[in-house]
């Protein structure tokens, strides 16, 4: 099998599963996102000066039926998401970079194994 075979068949994307005390302690699980889901979220968001449109996306996007690991808004779901709490929409949107994006500790430990 070749290189490109073995790296396109790994399961790359992280997940983490936490409990949301303000939404009646469901569980969700929040998926890190793809290359393509997140250059879609950024092209989505119409008005670039809000920030909280560019999270909606975001939670649209990562956050998954931790039994089926199927999304569970649809972009349909934005306005509702709106009138959630704002804390809990960061908090997703928080981890939701976290699992998507490498930090400067990430970067340095990938120089170390190289």
Do not use: C, H
């Amino acid at each position: 099998m070749s290189l490109r075979e073995d790296i396109i068949k790994i399961v790359d994307i992280p997940e983490k599963t936490v409990k949301v005390k303000e939404w009646g302690g469901k569980i969700i699980t929040i998926r890190g996102l793809t290359a393509g889901e997140r250059l879609l979220a950024g092209q989505q968001v119409v008005d670039k000066d809000d920030p909280l449109e560019y999270a909606l996306r975001l939670v649209v996007l990562a956050v998954r039926n931790p039994k089926t690991g199927e999304r569970e808004f649809t972009e349909g779901d934005i306005p509702l998401l709106r009138d959630r709490s704002a804390k809990v929409i960061d908090m997703i949107r928080d981890v939701v970079l976290d699992l998507s994006s490498g930090g400067a500790a990430d970067l340095e430990q990938a120089e170390k194994n190289s």
